[in-house]
């Protein structure tokens, strides 16, 4: 069982930066790959990056490539989502979600449909 909380969420203006952290529990987090998705008003929830159980590899939905960075403390139990050049369209609750790296194939896991643990969420707010 990983319990997931976020943080880090707010409002912010267009091109500015917000840092989101997801605190996990349990002692075994290198054993899970980490998601970030998000999900405006009236959308599903979409993919925006992804992480290994290492940290070594990760994978970005192309609509934030560039402009976010996924990372990872082990030994903190902590990921992060740096998001820098923020845009109106990025405004959505963001979760950090946890697939067991045993369920990562060759290619990575972008439904949300393929992980086990979700945190509550936090709000981004980007004002134009």
């Known amino acids: 069982q990983v319990q997931l909380v976020e943080s880090g969420g707010g409002l912010v203006q267009a091109g500015g930066s917000l840092r989101l952290s997801c605190a996990a529990s349990?002692?075994?987090?290198?054993?899970?790959?980490m998601g970030w998705f998000r999900q405006a008003p009236g959308t599903e929830r979409e993919f925006v990056a992804a992480?290994?159980?290492?940290?070594?590899?990760?994978y970005y939905a192309d609509s934030v490539k560039g402009r976010f960075t996924i990372s990872r403390d082990n030994a903190k139990n902590t990921v992060c989502l740096q998001m820098n050049s923020l845009k109106p369209e990025d405004t959505a609750v963001y979760y950090c979600?946890?697939?067991?790296?045993?369920?990562?194939?060759?290619?990575?896991?972008?439904?949300?449909?393929?992980?086990?643990?979700w945190g509550q969420g936090t709000q981004v707010t980007v004002s134009s």
């Open positions: 349990g002692r075994t987090f290198s054993s899970y790959a």
């Open positions: 992480i290994s159980g290492s940290g070594r590899s990760t």
């Open positions: 979600a946890a697939i067991s790296v045993l369920r990562v194939g060759p290619e990575w896991p972008i439904s949300q449909a393929s992980y086990n643990y």
